[in-house]
């Protein structure tokens, strides 16, 4: 799409603000369809969470613990390598968790480089912005050498999380103590001067107005203007199990969100319904209103079960298929930078 065809922050106001979520659809459907065709992308993909222990306690957070208290974990590098010897199959491992207080880089890029050696040709997407920026502030070492080193041991791709909403005046309410919105933008700029590809996210339904969720949209456009380095997009609903404010979503808000998101993101390639938090049904809706991606297997996923997503924590690869196949889409297995994979054996080791 011409950037003179896009639409503008006022038109994306109006858009959110209008209950016609049908016309809405139909548009973000035709954008993607240009995008992507019918196919709908999923990967098989294991979820690793290596620690819950975080140095910040954010609000609407129930995953982090502090040490010492009841249900605080680490797992060792040992302790994730046989969890993944046990799993059933996978072509990519999604690793986050909380940003533990005696943790150096070394740590995480011995994790990442014995990953790689263990399973070959497994993808890794690890650490939010919100990792990276600590594992800097750790380390001492410029952003250029943090990833130089991540990307090195074995880190192929990023998740987006850490966005939640980029108002100042939200995000304090929100996270206080986590990187600022500023922050998270200037982590993934230097995530993609290293050639590294990752997602983006926003967390909506708890504080924040339509106004911000544009400021936010507009901020990842215009950074995907400058490096092109965002593969995906995903708008995460808020679960409501703290004490912050919001309300579980609507299923026409979610697919609100979905496709105005799609229909602003216009340079991103992929709008992801998270089915973890949405459920299987309305992710398959949500195919029709701009979505091209199902995230995948997601073998183990704690964090937003934590936060009280009330669907399962994995889903067999054969149903996932179903989902897309039964909305009329057509199936694409992809591996962490959104190539096909063909093979139906498990990769090899």
């Not at 995460?236 to 199990?241: D, N, T």
């Not at 979505?291 to 997601?298: F, K, Y």
């Amino acid at each position: 799409m011409k950037k003179s065809k896009r639409i503008s922050s006022e038109e994306a106001l109006e858009l959110f603000r209008s209950d016609d979520i049908f016309s809405i659809g139909r548009r973000a459907a035709r954008l993607s369809g240009q995008l992507n065709g019918k196919k709908v992308f999923y990967t098989r993909n294991i979820h690793i969470n290596p620690t819950n222990i975080c140095i910040n306690r954010c609000r609407f957070c129930a995953f982090s613990r502090s040490r010492g208290e009841e249900g605080a974990y680490e797992l060792t590098v040992q302790d994730v390598i046989k969890k993944l010897k046990k799993a059933p199959p996978f072509d990519e491992v999604h690793i986050v968790g909380g940003l533990h207080p005696d943790w150096p880089l070394a740590h995480y890029t011995g994790l990442l480089s014995s990953i790689k050696k263990e399973f070959k040709g497994v993808g890794i997407k690890a650490f939010t912005a919100a990792e990276v920026d600590y594992m800097q502030q750790t380390s001492g070492l410029p952003f250029e050498r943090v990833f130089e080193e991540l990307k090195g041991s074995g880190l192929d791709v990023m998740p987006g999380g850490g966005a939640e909403i980029f108002a100042p005046s939200v995000r304090k309410k929100l996270c206080p103590e986590k990187l600022t919105g500023a922050r998270w933008l200037q982590v993934m700029r230097a995530a993609h001067n290293a050639g590294i590809k990752t997602n983006a996210t926003m967390l909506y339904g708890h504080l924040e107005s339509y106004s911000h969720r544009i400021n936010h949209l507009q901020k990842l456009r215009a950074l995907q203007d400058e490096t092109g380095g965002f593969q995906a997009f995903v708008a995460l609903p808020y679960q409501p199990m703290t004490s912050i404010g919001g309300h579980h979503t609507s299923g026409t808000e979610d697919l609100k969100c979905i496709a105005v998101s799609r229909l602003f993101l216009d340079n991103i390639p992929h709008i992801k319904a998270y089915w973890i938090m949405l459920g299987e049904k309305l992710s398959q809706t949500a195919l029709y209103f701009g979505a091209d991606d199902l995230e995948g297997t997601v073998i183990e996923e704690r964090i937003a079960h934590c936060a009280g997503a009330s669907t399962e924590s994995s889903i067999a690869e054969n149903r996932l298929r179903t989902v897309i196949e039964r909305a009329g889409k057509i199936p694409v297995r992809r591996d962490s930078f959104y190539r096909e994979i063909k093979s139906k054996n498990r990769m090899a080791r």
